[in-house]
């Protein structure tokens, strides 16, 4: 589905902003319109054109670093925890006792 079709679809305004996007060439401004993908391969799903959304260039390169942080810190928050865990991991408790 293109830029094209999913304004027919969906309309003019942003996703996730709601605010009016700039369909004008060329593309790749930050108010430009750009396809979101709302089921992404981070979820372990295939990507699917009925979870197509437009957003701003700028709206959704934000979602994009926003969700990479918030993976990052999971990611650390779950190491530490790890490290802090008295029992040992998964992948090495066929010792009991
Ligand atoms: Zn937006």
Not at 42 to 64: D, E, F, I, M, Y
Request: hydrophobic fraction near 40%; proline fraction near 6%.
């Amino acid at each position: 589905m293109s830029v094209k079709a999913l304004r027919a679809t969906f309309g003019p305004l942003c996703h996730w902003c709601a605010l009016p996007m700039d369909f004008d060439e060329p593309a790749g401004r930050p108010e430009s319109a750009t396809i979101e993908h709302l089921n992404d391969a981070t979820l372990g799903s295939v990507r699917k054109q009925s979870h197509r959304r437009l957003a701003h260039g700028a709206c959704n390169a934000a979602r994009n670093a926003f969700r990479q942080q918030a993976e990052s810190q999971f990611k650390a928050w779950i190491a530490e925890r790890v490290m802090q865990a008295d029992v040992p991991s998964p992948g090495f408790s066929d010792k009991h006792g």
